[in-house]
């Protein structure tokens, strides 16, 4: 099993920025894939980003340019760096983890509300 605990939500006006976090515990070296998504209120949930053992991400097209996933394999430590932050981004995000490279995602967060706003 592997447990994922996501940090760093909150409040931020337009054009700001956040970091989430996400420590990732048990057995961290079963993962071969990280990554985040995020669920608006009345839209479907959808893939941010990931990121693989291997180092390799990849990013929603609504994520490329601003959002940056990088991972710490010492500390066990994943994180989404969101810059240019856009009212549309508000969504709770979701920690995600697998130990494979395909398929859905079986290990989730509890996840972190995001909110952009005036």
């Known amino acids: 099993q592997v447990q994922l605990v996501e940090s760093g939500g909150g409040l931020v006006q337009p054009g700001g920025s956040l970091r989430l976090s996400c420590q990732t515990s048990g057995r961290i070296n079963s993962i071969r894939r990280t990554g985040w998504y995020r669920q608006a209120p009345g839209k479907q949930r959808e893939l941010v980003a990931i990121?693989?053992?291997?180092?390799?991400?990849n990013y929603a097209d609504s994520a490329r340019g601003r959002f940056t996933i990088s991972r710490d394999t010492a500390s066990g430590m994943v994180y989404l760096q969101m810059n240019s932050l856009k009212p549309e981004d508000t969504a709770v995000y979701y920690c995600?983890?697998?130990?494979?490279?395909?398929?859905?995602?079986?290990?989730w967060g509890q996840g972190t509300q995001v909110t952009v706003s005036s």
């Open positions: 990121i693989t053992s291997g180092g390799i991400t």
């Open positions: 995600v983890a697998d130990p494979y490279n395909m398929g859905d995602f079986i290990y």
